[in-house]
């Protein structure tokens, strides 16, 4: 069956600090993978995702980017976060139309 | 994505059915109608999802009308648990965008 994780699952971060989130996918191959962010009582924003390794389509511009290095490995970096930044982020996947599944997402507070 | 349209809140009583409407009067042909729902403090979860006929799985049942410019999320029998946000997207391509969905509060 497939999985996905996410980590870390809480950080607070201070304001121009850099971010790592990372994002894995077992169980399926070439999946299309999405980072989603939720900022407190509002809706999801899509910010990024990608059909394969080394694509990603973005969004939103910002100051937060992705990478693919791997099929089943989606990261979302930022070099220096800002207090706007602070959201609950998700990672997703996905295999052609089928349903998205989320992971347990990623809690960041900045400060 | 099509453009949808849904109702900021919804009220429901424990044990009786739930209409969720949605509105996508943009949509293509191609256009697939998904629901999802989210629960406080998680990601969304994948409810059910449509072309053109009305669906039905465990969770719930989506009735699509006609012109497939509208549909309707059924809860056949609401529970506390299903208290949640329930987003409705119409997409024929890689991105789903949520809106802001429909929150659905459940009494007892």
């Known amino acids: 069956s497939q999985t996905i994780h996410q980590w870390p699952a809480t950080l607070v971060q201070p304001v121009g600090s850099p971010l790592s989130l990372e994002c894995t996918v077992e169980?399926?191959?070439?999946?299309?993978l999405y980072w989603y962010r939720q900022a407190a009582g509002r809706g999801l924003q899509l910010l990024f995702y990608s059909v394969g390794i080394g694509q990603i389509s973005s969004e939103v511009p910002q100051n937060l980017s992705a990478s693919r290095p791997q099929d089943r490995q989606f990261i979302l970096s930022s070099k220096k976060l800002l207090l706007s930044d602070s959201g609950f982020y998700l990672c997703?996947?996905?295999?052609?139309?089928?349903?998205?599944?989320f992971g347990e997402g990623s809690r960041l507070t900045v400060l | 994505d099509a453009k949808t349209t849904q109702p900021n809140s919804m009220e429901s009583n424990e044990e009786e059915p739930v209409h969720l409407p949605c509105n996508h009067s943009?949509?293509?042909?191609?256009?697939?109608i998904h629901w999802y729902r989210q629960l406080p403090s998680q990601g969304p979860e994948y409810v059910i999802h449509g072309l053109t006929s009305n669906v039905n799985n465990r969770m719930a049942s989506l009735a699509i009308a006609e012109d497939r410019k509208s549909s309707t999320l059924i809860l056949h029998r609401a529970t506390l648990r299903d208290a949640a946000v329930y987003y409705c997207?119409?997409?024929?391509?890689?991105?789903?965008?949520f809106g802001g969905g429909t929150r659905l509060m459940v009494k007892p």
């Open positions: 997207i119409a997409n024929a391509g890689n991105m789903l965008t």
């Open positions: 997703a996947w996905r295999k052609g139309r089928r349903e998205l599944f």
């Open positions: 169980g399926t191959s070439n999946p299309n």
């Open positions: 943009t949509i293509s042909g191609t256009d697939y």
